[in-house]
């Protein structure tokens, strides 16, 4: 089998998260797919409407219906590839494998979308239609399903895939967010305008680019959380039963609610943006209000990098999350306020992009949680059917937001922009009724979907008790292991004596490797392998002070914070003191309550689960 070769073995071979990991797999590899995808979602609208001119083509239908026919298509493709993920056995892992056949299909299928004849209508329309379903119903999916499994996947350290989930939106939001926002508005589309032989060539660079960088995501990620079951016996689960475990549990059917509402949203945003800083704000392509629009409302991403996480552990995933939306829904009624007004609009996205902190980057974590309670309901893993669900979503809802958003021009008027005899572009003036619809389109959609995750966020609780979860996880396995009479061990055993061998392996081949230098200079074996040794040694002291360095300076900090927080606790009158405790115990008791009622339900569960399969009933 092709996986079993070493050239295509994982370069991360530790148990825990390491720092190329972080700075390789999760935020360069992926910028190359993430940036292709980031101006294809924000420009290949803008190529068919004023490039090709397809607005008015079948009388405004065209871009209308065919981005919404295509998206059932990859709605499809997508159930399929969760199936293959799910029945996908191989030691590299059953979701990195597929990254690895991505990176030639994005690259391929990326050219195809631009390099469209125009000597005939009928060859358009079919390149058009069948080089879009290649990328995003075939080649995106693959690379879309297997990337978005790799934070959960990753480890279940719940401190570490919050790093991991960090990194990854750092190159969707910052990589890629700064070369959409600032470099293509200010530089490149102010080039190329609507000569195709430039957009061809554009996009050719932008998809060999991801070919590299994908294969750099493949080598340096690792699924540690595949692994765990690795050498177990897996018994066959029906897709059709983990779609009923994973439309049966609430805290998925809200994640898929949030996340639908969220890409509503956000979709006809991103395909607003263009049209909106081209004829609302400012003009066409004038290299300054779309990098303006976009950098000074997105400062806060970059920002936010160092606050969102220890804003999350401190009131929770969901609890940020939702706040966020209430900031993010104040920002877009500032912009609604008055549209056309720059300073107006600017300080409205700044607000705006300091509410979307938390859901930018910390979503993929909490999704996370819930597929790890998922697991504890039902101890089956659902990640690629459950993955598959939220990139149907993703993928159905951008083809209905475009459909929609093209309807939308057409019937309003939109006039696409020419070019003069000069090879100038020049745009049209649009009729109000255009400006209106784009207005909305940009800022007025994302106040609505924004009140209105506020409200489903507070029922989202997965995260109050996900901890007690994963260590109930680790006792079933445990305890189905001992029934069997084989010997289980937690991943912390695991990835200390992987460490082990692993340092023994190291030490072995560095002294083989002494021992050929010592034949090739004549030199004493034995004296060079105790000088080794004992720099070896003083390595592992030196690494083990520094370690107990650490953990005294962690210690010695938190010590001082209780302090702290005890001498503020003992200044307080009687009265506050009775009222805090009375408020923690209360607190405690609703928690002991909250996971009694949850372990009773999950444990009927789990046996309902396990004897209709029993009984082929599910």
Known sequence: MIMESKLLDSRIKTRSVTNSEKWLGYLLGPAGA???NAVLATYLNVYY??????????????????????KIID?????????????????????????????PLLTISGILLFTVPMNNEKVMVWWV???????????????????NLMVPLSTRNTKDRGGLSVFNQIATIMITGILVAMIFPMVIMPMIGVDRSKWISLMAVLSILALPLTLLEYYFTKERVTEETMNEEKKEVPFLTQLKIVFSDK?????????????????????????????VLGSYNDGITQTLVSVIGGVPMGIGIFAVWPIAKKIGKRNATMYGFVLYALGGLICCLSPRNMVVVLIGQFIKNIGGLPCSYVFMALFADVLDHIEWKSSIRCD??????????????????????????????????????????????????????ITFSFVGMEVITAVLLVFLLRFLNVEKTIELKQEEIFRLRKEEAE???????????VAREEKEREEVRTREIKLEELQEKCIKNGWNYEDKKTLFIRSEEAKKKAEREKELKKEKKVKAKESVKKAKLKAKYDMLPDEKKKAIKEKEMKKQKNLEAFWAKEKKEGEEYRNLVKTKLEMKDI
């Not at 397809?54 to 919404?68: E, S």
């Not at 029934?483 to 055993?493: A, F, I, L, R, S």
């Open 34 to 36: 993430l940036l292709l």
């Open 384 to 437: 690629g059917t459950a993955m598959s669900i939220y990139n149907i979503i993703a993928v159905a809802l951008v083809g209905i937001c475009t459909g929609l958003f093209n309807m939308m021009l057409a019937h309003s008027g939109y006039i696409a922009p020419s070019i003069d005899i000069m090879g100038k572009t020049v745009a049209a003036a649009q009729p109000q009724s255009v400006l209106n619809a």
């Open 251 to 279: 805290y998925t059917l809200i994640i898929f609610v949030y996340f639908l509402i969220f890409t509503f949203g956000s979709t006809f945003k991103n395909l607003g943006l263009v049209y909106y800083c081209n004829y």
């Open 483 to 493: 029934k069997e009479g084989k010997v289980w061990k937690d991943p912390e055993t």
């Open 129 to 147: 239609m069948i080089s879009y379903n290649l990328f995003y119903s075939f080649s995106y999916t693959i690379y879309n399903m297997s990337h």
């Open 75 to 103: 709605a499809v493709t997508n159930v399929i590839m969760g199936y293959i993920i799910d029945h996908t056995n191989t030691k590299e892992g059953k979701a990195r494998p597929w990254l690895l056949l991505s990176a």
């Open 49 to 70: 409407t004023d490039v090709l001119n397809l607005t008015g083509l079948w009388g405004g239908m065209f871009l209308m219906i065919f981005p919404i026919a295509s």
